[in-house]
């Protein structure tokens, strides 16, 4: 509510333009459509490589021009809804998929993009990896555009494991990573940087311990509500791992009020040795730093999420991010078009060059150039399973509920089983 | 979001009742054109941007809805249900309670006590009085993030001051037992300035005569301030009162930045809760549910304040 007056404005300011318009527009014959192109990107040498692609589309097409509509994280998350279903609508917009992808697919405010992807024999689908179309279809209809992906996995820090005599690489299991910890601790160093106030980097630990231990098939009879659902045995023993990973208090100080910035520059200024997150986590630890350079590059190490002994899950199961571009009801027909151009081949590598995403669309994987994000690109290229955020995949209700019980669970405010049993009644409340 | 909105009414109705008292008294002498010609717009503004989101947002509470496309499913009072049974909106009433309470009893007779000093002649009254107010000028957002800051246990002025005496840091916003008073100190620090201001208009007000007069009866300074200030700044400290209720039942830009509402919902507010759990969840149906409670919540306070308080204001 807040901001209509200024859209009342902004309306008045459009007519009044308009009108002046009306006499310019008799001598130009030629109809402009213009995609408008809302993102949540505030690095300009990021949106740089965007415009670039923008400006050669309209170059190849007069008629049709692209403008760039920018909203911050959280408030285009909480804008969105009313935006979708007013006039002021964009013409695409970013998306994460899962549960919002699915809410907003039933309101008819979205288009679906299936023609268009099948369109000359599946000429756009068939070059985009199928695992990604199927992360953003829903019932087979491809609601967005896939152009990144992204798997989430431990970082540390080289020196610190080697000032506590441990190797990194013989991380295999979840009892090593605790191992790992308490060999930490005595060595005085803090084990983990996480940000629990923001409360997400915690659920990380959560749908992780949660994955190897019921497994992709434990999952989805989960969500299908058999054995319990989110409340059956394999939930309450990932949610019991956390507890004990919790005791062993192994996070910074006042970590409970922690950001995500806050947790980054804990890692990047050697202050803690280990992080679960992003694979770009090599190139963002960098900016994050309290001195502005972070660790060097070859002081990071990597391994995957272990696994947990008797567990269903393997290890080439990701959990990680999956992101697209969604076409409104009411955007123009070239649009589609403009996002086949988007997430062609070429484009696709230029993005992953200067912004650092691995690109969805085959063939393009070879111009991730920093290693840590070859090797994330490299083991998502073998994944036997990727899931989804699940503050995304189960929508914001429920994923919300898992992020608190996640931060609830790790530091003994809630009991695991206290805490599976809101996340089972929140997701029966929600379908 | 339109509870946004609607929050300010309880504070702007009581400002409209003398409004149409004095337009009624005054219309006999005017002729209907008049009214006709002026009141459509202001009717119109309050309907559309006052009346009807609240109604909007009634109807919505009796809805699971998303806020995507129309509410359709019909959970009659479920949502108001759901509201009552969660713990975080109970703590965020305590919490409320808690802010009023502070407010009330330390924030009030703080400003009216340096209200006192700085409108006494002491050299420096003056400066005083702006660095004092400075606090309220700043935006809430902008002073919650500083606090942010001071509060921070590994950079921040706490982590300095125990650096300076050679003790572990504290992390007062990481701690939920100390969460919500870090949030008070900050409530009392960002807003006694303003009642200050109310005060200082208010004994500027008051004729000297009355506190010569006093003087001259060989009144203590103590008893001047308690037998001639105070009675006479009545009105004042009750409208200062009745501010601090409802500035402190809409708290939330302050709080979003310091802690968004945690750690684990310990400094939730109404508002924030509101925030938190109906628009960034999508329950918009139930996120409306929280906006009726408060909102009767503050009508409530406000008219109940202003007819057993402020009845000969």
């Not at chain 1, 749908?207 to 939930?235: H, V």
């Not at chain 1, 081949?345 to 070879?366: C, L, M, S, Y």
């Not at chain 2, 105070?230 to 009745?242: A, E």
């Amino acid at each position: 509510m807040k901001f209509t007056p200024s859209r009342v404005l902004r309306h008045s300011m459009a007519i009044a333009f308009s009108a002046l318009l009306v006499g310019a527009a008799a001598t130009n014959v030629l109809a402009v459509d213009t995609i408008k192109w809302m993102h949540l990107e505030n690095n300009p040498d990021n949106l740089k490589v965007w415009q670039d692609i923008a400006a050669a589309y309209e170059k190849a097409h007069p008629d049709v021009k692209i403008e760039f509509q920018f909203l911050e994280n959280e408030a285009f998350k909480a804008k969105l809804p009313t935006l979708l279903q007013s006039n002021d609508a964009p013409s695409m917009f970013y998306t994460w998929g899962g549960g919002v992808l699915l809410e907003q697919s039933k309101t008819g405010a979205i288009r679906d993009i299936t023609a268009a992807m099948d369109a000359d024999g599946g000429a756009w689908r068939n070059t985009i990896a199928p695992a990604a179309v199927d992360g953003l279809s829903i019932d087979g209809k491809v609601w967005a555009a896939p152009y990144q992906s992204g798997v989430v996995s431990f970082f540390y820090n080289k020196d610190l494991f080697k000032k506590a005599g441990v190797d990194g690489d013989s991380i295999k299991t979840w009892d090593d990573f605790i191992a790992a910890v308490n060999k930490l601790k005595a060595a005085g160093v803090t084990p983990i940087a996480v940000g629990g106030g923001d409360k997400w980097p915690v659920h990380f630990y959560w749908s992780y311990l949660a994955m190897r231990i019921a497994g992709k098939d434990g999952f989805a009879d989960a969500k299908a509500g058999k054995n319990g659902g989110f409340a059956g045995d394999a939930f309450v023993k990932a949610s019991q791992d956390l507890a004990d990973l919790g005791k062993l208090d192994p996070f910074q100080k006042g970590y409970a009020g922690a950001t995500w910035p806050d947790e980054q520059a804990a890692f990047a200024d050697g202050r803690a040795a280990i992080m679960l997150a992003f694979q770009d986590t090599a190139i963002s630890q960098v900016h994050a730093a309290t001195d502005g350079k972070g660790l060097a590059a070859d002081n990071i190490g990597r391994f995957p999420f272990p696994l947990v002994t008797g567990g269903k899950g393997v290890i080439t199961d990701d959990f990680g991010g999956l992101n697209g571009w969604v076409v409104t009801k009411n955007a123009p027909p070239e649009t589609e078009d403009f996002l086949k151009f988007l997430t062609n081949v070429d484009n696709e590598r230029a993005q992953a060059k200067v912004i650092g995403i691995i690109p969805t669309t085959k063939g393009a994987e070879d111009a991730v150039t920093n290693p840590s994000v070859a090797l994330a690109a490299a083991q998502m290229a073998k994944a036997t399973w990727h899931q989804n955020f699940l503050d995304q995949d189960l929508g914001p209700a429920v994923g919300r509920v898992v992020n608190d019980m996640s931060m609830a669970i790790v530091s003994g405010q809630a009991s695991p089983q206290d805490a599976v049993q809101q996340i089972e009644q929140a997701y029966e409340q929600g379908n | 979001m339109s509870q946004a909105t609607s929050v300010p009414i309880a504070g702007s109705r009581p400002y409209r009742a003398p409004a149409t008292r004095r337009s009624r008294s005054a219309t006999s002498g005017l002729r209907w054109p008049v009214l006709v010609l002026f009141l459509p717009p202001a009717l119109l503004l309050f309907t559309i941007f006052v009346v009807l989101p609240m109604g909007e947002a009634a109807w919505y509470s009796f809805y699971n809805w998303s806020g995507y496309g129309l509410p359709t499913q019909w959970v009659g009072f479920k949502n108001y249900g759901f509201v009552f049974a969660n713990s975080a909106f109970r703590q965020a009433l305590i919490n409320n309670g808690l802010i009023i309470v502070i407010s009330v009893l330390v924030q009030v007779p703080l400003a009216l006590w340096l209200a006192t000093m700085v409108t006494s002649k002491i050299s420096g009254a003056v400066g005083f009085r702006l660095i004092f107010f400075l606090p309220y000028v700043l935006a809430d957002v902008a002073a919650g993030m500083i606090w942010r800051f001071v509060y921070d246990g590994d950079f921040g002025l706490v982590a300095g001051i125990a650096h300076l005496f050679n003790v572990d840091s504290i992390y007062p916003i990481a701690d939920k037992n100390l969460a919500i008073y870090a949030i008070l100190g900050v409530v009392v620090w960002k807003y006694f300035g303003f009642h200050m201001m109310l005060f200082i208009a208010g004994l500027q007000a008051i004729d000297k005569q009355v506190l010569e007069a006093a003087e001259i009866d060989g009144a203590t300074p103590r008893q001047k301030f308690f037998h001639v200030t105070l009675p006479l700044l009545g009105s004042t400290v009750r409208l200062s009162i009745f501010f601090a209720i409802v500035g402190s039942l809409q708290l939330f830009d302050m709080v979003m930045p310091l802690t968004g509402g945690g750690p684990f919902n310990a400094t939730q507010t109404m508002v924030t809760f509101l925030y938190s759990f109906g628009v960034m969840r999508m329950q918009v149906g139930f996120g409306s549910a929280v906006g009726v409670i408060l909102f009767i919540i503050c009508v409530t306070m406000a008219f109940g304040y202003k007819r057993i308080f402020m009845k000969n204001d």
